[in-house]
């Protein structure tokens, strides 16, 4: 019997965390009750990107879009949907107005003004089947380029304008070049999946939905260089993307696309895979190659850069996975086609990770140049809950805050390191009025100093103390000059640091200073913080006229430190209340208010 | 803490894996997660013996995993309990999550609760950015849009399981 129907279930991080396992088994049992499995094809596929809507169904051939779905949604779809071709209006996309989208996939901004090339069979492809990969365009890239000169492939890299999606933008068909030239008996490639930047999920997605794809990169890259051999470092937090990548290799050697010998050439290539073991600096080439040799990850010295010596010593390319995904798109459609897209400086397209105070959190790709605002409210939706757009953070703890003034820049990595902050690997947190800026560079400087291997002074002491004076300014306790001696260190750690972790530091610290100084101020002279988060500051207090005596917040307290009788005003007991904030939750009167502790002391 | 003694027969299990591993070179961190897989953690005697068999100084074993957060010398608790503490999830209140579950279990840092049966860990981001505030107990269990209230349903569900199990 033929196929008539292709049901494609989002198996994304973000949807097997809201239980797509259950509702596919599910659907599959039912399927097989009414037999209909042999005429509806199940597959999951890779992250489609609507993560905030997850679990996910879109059924072919129409093309009707299910979201947030439940194990038992899945019966119901079978039943009316398939036996009864009746559209489950329940489980359709409603929009923020209530109108209601059947084929989202097609109606939605969100999916409209995309443009993918590193995700383009993300959602559409079973990234386990290998074969699925090769029905669109999979390895034909590899055939295309085993007859040209490695010298064509590269400057058909370097026509395009790829720059390094890893974070520092370096032109990928130059380092290749660099890496071609440097003379070796042996060279490697390095593919860098350690994706270690809090907030950013574009690596994590492209390897589960899309391994192939980074396989026939590296492959193109190994050709390229002169390489027979590469390695894909991933970190260990993302178990699904090592199981994938597993069944990708050895797929492609199976099909002959992988090994001894690739489609009847001279070209051999072999990938191995290199787990890494929770720390952060291991994303920073010098250091992951030390990883990749089993040593402690510690940066080392540059030059010599790694095209000249890397890991065992030999020439090596590390490029990040979205750079790789890209490579076999870029050889199919051509690099005028590439270029085609973005900016002057920064070509093609960029795949962002779109998370924190934001309607649409997922994972997006727009061609470079498009701006914060489309992004943010065409693309993301706007801010939940009737808040104000405070800032969005690019580029991890390396990066910096842009303020709302800002929000009609194009996005390129030029303009963003005009605003102090960087693209990154592409993280886009965004920050409401509830964000306290402070607090948000603390949190970075945390990260950071924990992070430092500890090799060189001025990362290993001085972000310690730039923690150490934040520490006290969100706790109230700061001078003002503690904000010069913030911007002091800052400077000398940028300038001294032995590698890119500690250089790059200090920039959130530097760029909330520049948008958001009144903040800091705001907690070393008022001891005030303007976006009550900081929780030394800060007192939970109960509005009489508000408050119902529903006895919700009493018992959500973890301390007891609310009294009150049932139908009576609550009263919060100061020197009890831990302020943990679950009471200023759970209240359906908005009769929990934030204050300022300073004005609860003087009263 | 108990020794683990040289005839234990995980040992082997072990060994079989280092046969296993056809290029030895490079495969200390590769070895240590298999060891932590098989032990829970990564005392010393493991560490002795992983020093032997892969021929490298023990000094060199015991370097590598110190430097690495993933690998811990304490057993951990029979369920992990990991809170992200990437920017999203602590924009979303991460912290209050973190504090909420070691005020329930009495726990500080990542000591195992006295009945073995929680360890809490902070982790970074684990790329359910969508879902912040998140929580992963063990390797499967996914608890998005956590709130504080939430924590004390989250611990029963396996305190129940346990429960359960001992029942049988
Ligand atoms: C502290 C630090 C962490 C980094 N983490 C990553 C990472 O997680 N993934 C990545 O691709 N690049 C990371 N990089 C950048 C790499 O050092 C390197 O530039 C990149 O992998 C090169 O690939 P590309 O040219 O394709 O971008 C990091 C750099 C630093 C300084």
Known sequence: ?603 | MPVILETDSRFKELDEYIDSVKEKSGMLIGVLHRAQEIFGYLPKEVQSHIAERLNVPESTVYGVVTFYSFFTMKPRGKYQIKVCMGTACYVKGGNKILERLREELGVEESEPTKDGLFSVHEVRCLGACSMAPVVLVGERDFYGRVTPDKIPHILNSYRQKEAKNNED
């Open chain 1, 1 to 603: 019997m033929a196929v008539e129907n292709t049901i494609l279930i989002c198996a994304g991080g973000a949807c097997i965390s809201a239980g797509e396992e259950s509702v596919k088994s599910v659907l599959e049992e039912e399927l097989k009750k009414y037999a209909l499995d042999s005429v509806v094809r199940v597959v999951e596929t890779g992250c489609m990107g609507a993560c905030n809507l997850g679990p996910i169904m879109v059924i072919y051939p129409e093309g009707v879009f299910y979201q947030k779905l439940k194990p038992q949604d899945a019966k119901e779809i079978v039943q009316e949907h398939l036996l009864k071709g009746r559209t489950v209006q329940r489980l359709l996309y409603k929009g923020p107005t209530g109108e209601i989208k059947p084929k989202a996939k097609e109606e939605l901004p969100f999916f409209k003004r995309q443009v993918k090339v590193a995700t383009r069979n993300l959602g559409v492809i079973d990234p386990v089947n290998i074969e699925e990969y090769i029905a669109n365009d999979g390895y034909f890239a590899l055939d295309k380029v085993l007859h040209k000169t490695p010298e064509e492939v590269i400057e058909e890299v370097k026509k395009s304008g790829l720059r390094g999606r890893g974070g520092a933008g370096f032109p990928t068909g130059l380092k290749w070049e660099f890496t071609r030239k440097s003379k070796s008996d042996e060279k490697y490639v390095i593919c860098n999946a350690d994706e270690g930047d809090p907030g950013a999920f574009m690596d994590r997605s492209v390897l589960e939905g899309d391994p192939h794809s980074v396989l026939e990169g590296m492959e193109i890259a190994g050709y390229a260089i002169g390489a027979h051999h590469g390695y894909i470092y991933v970190r260990a937090e993302y178990p699904l993307a090592i199981e994938r990548l597993g069944i990708a290799i050895s797929q492609a050697h199976e099909y002959g696309f992988l090994g001894d010998r690739i489609f009847g050439t001279d070209f051999s290539f072999d990938v191995e895979l290199r787990i890494g073991a929770g720390a952060f600096v291991c994303g920073e080439e010098t250091a992951l190659i030390q990883s990749v040799e089993g040593k402690r990850g510690q940066p080392v010295q540059k030059p010599p850069f790694p095209a000249q010596k890397g890991v065992w010593s030999k020439p090596t390319v590390i490029n990040n996975v979205e750079t790789l995904a890209n490579i076999p798109v870029i050889i199919n459609k051509g690099a005028e086609w590439f270029a085609s897209m973005g900016t002057e400086k920064s070509k093609g397209t960029k795949v962002f990770a779109l998370a924190g105070k934001i309607n649409n959190a997922g994972l997006v790709e727009v061609p470079m140049g498009t701006t914060l605002r489309e992004l943010i409210f065409d693309i993301g939706g706007g801010i939940p809950n009737g808040k104000n757009f405070k800032a969005v953070q690019t580029g991890g703890p390396s990066g910096g805050c842009i303020p709302a003034k800002y929000l009609d820049t194009p996005v390129d990595y030029d303009s963003l390191m005009e605003l102090g902050t960087i693209m990154g690997s592409g993280g886009m947190v965004v920050m409401d009025e509830d964000t306290c800026m402070v607090d948000v560079a603390r949190f970075f400087l945390q990260f950071t100093a924990d992070e430092s291997c500890g090799k060189c002074t001025p990362c290993r002491e001085g972000t310690r103390k730039m923690l150490e004076i934040l520490d006290r300014i969100v706790e109230g306790n700061g001078e003002m000059e503690d904000i010069d001696r913030l911007e002091t260190l800052a400077k000398t750690i940028k300038d001294t640091a032995l590698c890119g972790l500690g250089q790059t530091a200090p920039n959130p610290v530097l760029s909330t200073l520049r948008y958001f100084r009144d903040e800091y101020e705001a907690h070393i002279k008022d001891k005030r913080c303007p976006a009550k988060s900081c929780k030394s500051l800060i007192a939970y207090t109960i509005d009489p006229n508000k408050c119902v005596g529903c006895t919700a917040c009493a018992r959500a307290c973890p301390v007891n430190a609310i009294n009150g009788e049932v139908k009576k005003v609550h009263e919060i007991d100061q020197d009890t209340c831990i302020k943990c904030g679950s009471c200023y939750e759970v209240c359906r009167f908005d009769a929990v208010e934030k204050v300022d502790a300073i004005d609860l002391v003087t009263n």
